[in-house]
């Protein structure tokens, strides 16, 4: 019922990442974040069930563009280049480097959010797989293109965020796939 | 300080594979699964930790295969054929068919178990990078050749576990191995 406040959702998402890089993840409490965005405790949980949503929250939103992607590309791509153009677009939501940098970093710090980032990752190949399933691609073909996809953004995004280069993150993929067509060309 | 059971381990094992499958992971304690096995609970934790470890004790021991059969590989092998070899070689470790189909499924039921098996992953692909960069690998090569290879155990392990056609686990490595070079070319 409390009044609206502007961008209070990004405010709360700024003193999250500040306070789990500060503290730790397991140290920062939700009343500190609101305390530090200059809003009430009851504020932050309207907009995050818990601590973790404010780092996951993008995952839902990823996994449907992606999908989404995949599914209304053209009809003569190759599975392959039907999942790089996805990733691809990824670029419009991956271009706030020094936010995912310090989202990487906290995440890093502790074992339950890895845990919840394999998660992510294994749910988006999964989806990968069923989108290419629904374009006519057999099994086991859906799945190792889905695979092979989830790799190159595995190393596009880890690539993307030590790059001193200011590459954008759709030109990374590019690099990253032909890197993995000669890996496994055995080149 | 118990008298010495012959084959525990085995039994214990056996015993937790069953009472995981029949009441579920959750459900079956240490104290059931002993007795299932003919052992006292104590028995049970001079070989486990905990419920988990009965099903992840090998994961450490894979790694360790992995590692070692990438590491002395020869030289002259392009990066992704000594990680294909280093697959190959885990037919010695993957015969009981039914044994891992069980397993598989208890797994499958339970989102902490799957966890684990995700990290499990994780850790063999960084591994893997790690062996294949003091192969002299460089990077990004080295970490998407650890992906392709985690992506190819993935598929070859669900392929086998589904096969009907009693294809050993080497051979359904060199398939996925062809298989993802197909769709990473873009065919």
């Known amino acids: 019922m409390g009044r609206w406040e502007p961008n209070a959702r990004g405010r709360l998402e700024q003193a999250a990442l500040e306070l789990y890089s500060e503290r730790g993840f ?3 409490t939700a009343a500190e974040i609101a305390a530090r965005a200059g809003l009430a405790e009851r504020t932050f949980f309207r907009y995050f069930a818990d601590k973790r ?3 996951f ?4 939103e990823l996994q449907e563009l992606l999908v989404d992607k995949v599914a209304t590309a053209p009809d003569s791509l190759a599975p392959i280049d039907a999942v790089a153009i996805a990733l691809e677009a990824l670029g419009a ?3 706030q480097r020094e936010y995912s940098r ?3 970093k906290i995440i890093a710090a502790n074992a339950e959010l890895q845990e919840r980032e394999l998660i992510k990752l294994a749910t988006l190949s ?3 797989a069923d989108v290419l399933r629904r374009r ?3 099994e086991p073909a859906a799945s190792l293109t889905a695979e092979a996809g989830i790799a190159v953004f595995k190393v596009t995004f880890q690539r993307w965020i030590d790059d ?3 590459r954008d993150f759709g030109q990374l993929v590019r690099e990253s796939l032909a890197e993995l067509r000669a890996v496994t060309a055995g080149k």
Do not use: K, M, Y
Not at 57 to 60: C, E, K
């Open 53 to 55: 949503e404010v780092l």
């Open 102 to 104: 310090l989202r990487q």
């Open 126 to 128: 999964t989806a990968l």
């Open 57 to 60: 929250r993008g995952a839902g």
């Open 136 to 138: 006519g691609v057999a």
């Open 93 to 95: 939501v991956f271009h």
């Open 164 to 166: 001193t280069n200011d």
């Open 26 to 28: 397991e140290q920062a």
